[in-house]
């Protein structure tokens, strides 16, 4: 099973709301990642959790709090979005972190700042 | 750093047509190459990597990918596609100084038609 789960599929919120997505997975990775990709463009890379620590910050602003409760659920708090942090996240992960690791991804979730 | 070019944003192909996908990287250092597709609102599936060996490496859905350290590249080829085919196809680089950190380049949108 090589199945990375994310809900909700789409999320609409307003500028003032206060969000969660979430990611899910089984197959036992003790790495997992938060992409967001625009319209047409490659996934960014957001952050990067390894064996539940925070290991990678690409300089995400502070609205967005990620959180690694486990070593199978990953949450991406929102906080005061602005409309230009539309996108689709994507949730991904691997076996370990490393250069030769397959990243498995998540069919996103798609989110819509008004 | 490490960079990846793919030229080609968008490439229309008869079905049963032959098709290259072309990918460029550079690196200082030995790279890791991936082929990652995603289907229109989906997240992004492996489709093959090279990590050392044989330089041609080859997907379970008849596409291939050879590494070319000469010309630094790593074009996907597929001898007949099908409509089912269609989609988004990102080429990704790690090396050994990047940790985990996926490059991708800027996409290429397969678009087979009848």
């Known amino acids: 099973d090589t199945e990375v789960t994310q809900t909700p599929k789409h999320l609409v919120m307003g500028m003032t709301n206060k969000k969660s997505l979430k990611c899910e997975q089984h197959?036992?990775?003790?790495?997992m990642y938060w992409y967001k990709q625009k319209a047409k463009k490659p996934p960014e890379l957001m952050f990067v959790y390894s064996y539940e620590k925070l290991s990678i910050n690409e300089s995400v602003p502070s609205r967005f709090s990620p959180e690694c409760p486990n070593s199978s659920l990953l949450n991406l708090h929102l906080h005061a979005l602005q409309p230009e942090d539309s996108a689709l996240y994507l949730c991904?992960?691997?076996?370990?972190?490393?250069?030769?690791?397959?990243?498995?991804f998540g069919p996103g979730t798609r989110l819509l700042v008004l | 750093a490490q960079s990846v070019t793919q030229l080609d944003s968008q490439v229309p192909v008869f079905e049963e047509a032959p098709v290259e996908l072309r990918c460029n990287y550079s690196s200082s250092v030995s790279v890791y190459l991936f082929w990652y597709v995603q289907y229109p609102n989906q997240g992004l599936q492996l489709l093959l990597k090279y990590l050392s060996g044989s330089t041609l490496v080859e997907s379970i859905n008849g596409f291939e990918a050879e590494f070319n350290k000469s010309q630094t590249s790593f074009h996907l080829r597929k001898p007949s596609v099908h409509i089912s085919d269609t989609a988004e196809y990102f080429c990704a680089v790690t090396n050994t100084g990047t940790a985990s950190k996926l490059t991708f380049g800027t996409g290429t949108r397969l678009q087979v038609t009848l």
């Open positions: 991904a992960s691997s076996r370990v972190t490393g250069p030769q690791e397959t990243q498995y």
């Open positions: 197959m036992g990775h003790r790495a």
